[in-house]
């Protein structure tokens, strides 16, 4: 098995209570060839406290202000020196010990590998899968009818990453991930899940706006037409999940 070098980068801003279980979740690797990168926006709470129980597992520590999340992703993504890059944000996991390992075996060499995801809540009780699920294939088009890859399920070539574009506040990842795969050649899916994201994020929070700003995303790379009927299509789909569940998961 090739073993190109995957840099995970944590960001995080007093998040005590969580920040614990990323970083235990990348300790536990068995794949032998990762940088992990902290960024913290200089947290109050005791959250580098906790950070500096694990200094030693931590290639790179950064604390200091930032001007949002996206400023701090693209600190991140400034300083990974991987092939690979992966955020995995504070409360996130990696889905179990073997998980790098079995992503980087399951095919050399693609520009992007992706998978599928657990919902935890703050107890880390698993609440089950996203409403969107993983698809089969692909590619910059098929966030057409909602954001069906998790951000802590992607991982991308550093060479294809882009920094976040920060106009958006809450869905800059929406946007980074579409650019990267227009650039892609090859993109595998593993087939398995890969990552816990802690329900209750930002983008949940104010959830309004982060719509808006996914709308905005999917206009500009979609159309205008294309987009309207899309959402269309989006909101049936919401609809019959209701119904059918009685609540709804990102």
């Not at 399920?153 to 800059?172: C, G, H, T």
């Amino acid at each position: 098995m090739l073993t190109p070098k995957i840099s995970i980068i944590t960001i995080v801003y007093n998040n005590v209570r969580d920040i614990e279980y990323t970083i235990r979740s990348v300790m536990k690797q068995t794949y032998p060839n990762i940088e992990y990168i902290v960024v913290d926006g200089l947290s109050t709470d005791g959250t580098l406290e906790v950070i500096e129980q694990y200094r030693e597992e931590i290639s790179v520590l950064v604390s200091e202000k930032d001007k949002g999340i996206y400023d701090a992703m693209n600190k991140g993504l400034a300083l990974a020196t991987g092939d690979y890059v992966l955020f995995l944000n504070s409360g996130d996991e990696l889905y179990e010990d073997m998980t790098l390992e079995k992503v980087f075996s399951s095919a050399e060499n693609a520009d992007i590998y992706y998978g599928e995801t657990k919902l935890v809540d703050e107890d880390r009780n698993i609440l089950g899968d996203r409403r969107h699920k993983a698809p089969k294939k692909f590619d910059w088009k098929s966030f057409k009818y909602g954001m069906n890859v998790c951000h802590q399920a992607i991982y991308i070539k550093r060479s294809i990453a882009e920094p976040y574009d920060m106009q958006y506040r809450l869905s800059a990842d929406i946007d980074w991930i579409i650019r990267a795969a227009q650039k892609a050649d090859k993109i595998v899916n593993v087939n398995q899940y890969v990552a816990k994201y802690l329900v209750g994020g930002m983008s949940q929070q104010r959830h309004r706006e982060s719509l808006k700003e996914r709308y905005d995303i999917f206009k500009k790379y979609y159309g205008t037409v294309p987009n309207i009927i899309n959402h269309g299509v989006i909101a049936a789909r919401l609809l019959l999940h209701r119904l059918k569940n009685g609540k709804t998961r990102d």
